[in-house]
């Protein structure tokens, strides 16, 4: 089945440090590709997105691009703030089975001042 | 613009109880989702509804039940509650395709004693 794996944390930064969080996917077809984000106390909100091979998505300095050759979809910021501490999840969707999503299994941020 | 509405917010059960967590959305979504979290676990798919008047299980659908009341409720029952049941719950909403966003909504803590 389609599955979702990302680095597990908690990683801890120093403010306007580089910020990466890898994750790969397994999914047949053409999967759209999410990054979502928890902040404490909060549910679920989209982060950013990217719908089809090479699409970058990118929002509040926030970037990922779509590589279906390496299965990827690597969340990076350039200059982190403390601010961005929270949770982030991977996760893809697919047009069948009910479009539900798959995530993976989440990442916790810490950034320190 | 309220989104998707869970209740209760927290809810604390003695094993074998029952009890219904609701779940609303006012976006008109065809799609709606419940998630369990858990920690290092990532968000795992509990049941869902693909459009009004159907329903399918997910990823870890023992131990629960739901009822897709109309287009806007989504409800999940727990039966006979198990301390193995302990976690947050999340609610979402989506339209199709597969390649828009979900929307969650606050989260229900519960505990199971």
């Known amino acids: 089945g389609d599955s979702v794996t990302q680095m597990e944390g908690p990683v801890t930064l120093s403010e306007e440090a580089f910020l990466t969080i890898n994750c790969t996917y397994t999914a047949t077809g053409y999967p759209s590709l999410f990054w979502y984000v928890q902040y404490p106390g909060e549910g679920l909100q989209l982060l950013l997105k990217a719908t089809k091979a090479d699409d970058k998505g990118s929002n509040k300095g926030f970037e990922a691009t779509y590589r279906k050759e390496t299965t990827s979809f690597h969340l990076e910021k350039g200059s982190v703030q403390v601010s961005d501490s929270a949770v982030y999840f991977c996760a893809l969707r697919k047009r069948a089975a009910g479009n539900k999503l798959t995530f993976g299994g989440g990442t916790r941020v810490l950034v320190k001042p | 613009n309220a989104g998707v509405t869970q209740t209760p917010k927290f809810q604390v059960l003695k094993t074998g109880q029952s009890m219904t967590l609701q779940c609303a959305q006012d976006?008109?979504?065809?799609?709606m989702y419940w998630y369990r979290q858990d920690p290092g676990m990532g968000l795992r798919l509990i049941y869902y509804?693909?459009?009004?008047?159907?329903?399918d299980k997910g990823e870890v659908p023992n131990g629960y039940n739901v009822s897709r009341l109309n287009k806007r409720e989504f409800s999940l029952r727990l039966e006979s509650a198990a301390p193995s049941q302990t976690s947050v719950y999340f609610c979402?909403?989506?339209?199709?395709?597969?390649?828009?966003?979900?929307?969650f909504g606050q989260g229900t803590r519960l505990t199971v004693v």
């Open positions: 976006m008109n979504h065809n799609s």
């Open positions: 509804s693909a459009s009004e008047g159907t329903t």
């Open positions: 979402a909403s989506s339209e199709v395709p597969g390649n828009t966003e979900a929307f």
